[in-house]
């Protein structure tokens, strides 16, 4: 069994690089060559196999529709949620920016 280890993490907590058998990918690599739901995984060794759980989906870039859908129901506003989300943002009326 080749030996896995994660070098780095993004600040989403997902792997940004990990080194397999002495080969280093990224965690994007990785997710498209296994074809996973997310670079956000952890795995087990079951024997001669490897077990992989993964956490999310996409990319990790951008807003989750599942983490803004749980802070909608938690009582967040849109406002809320959309800065959590994406930092160094403001907002205004669309007609002063406009008119």
């Not at 080194?19 to 024997?47: D, Q």
């Amino acid at each position: 069994m080749p030996e896995i280890r994660v070098l780095s993490k993004t600040e989403g907590h997902r792997i940004k690089k990990i080194e397999v058998g002495g080969t280093v990918f990224t965690g994007p690599e990785i997710r498209n060559k296994l074809g996973l739901r997310s670079a956000e995984f952890t795995w087990r060794t079951e024997g001669d196999k490897i077990a992989i759980t993964t956490y999310g989906y996409g990319h990790g870039v951008g807003m989750s529709q599942w983490g803004a859908n749980g802070m909608a129901k938690e009582g967040h506003t849109a406002t809320q949620i959309l800065l959590h989300y994406y930092t160094g943002i403001s907002f205004a009326q669309a007609s002063r920016i406009l008119s």
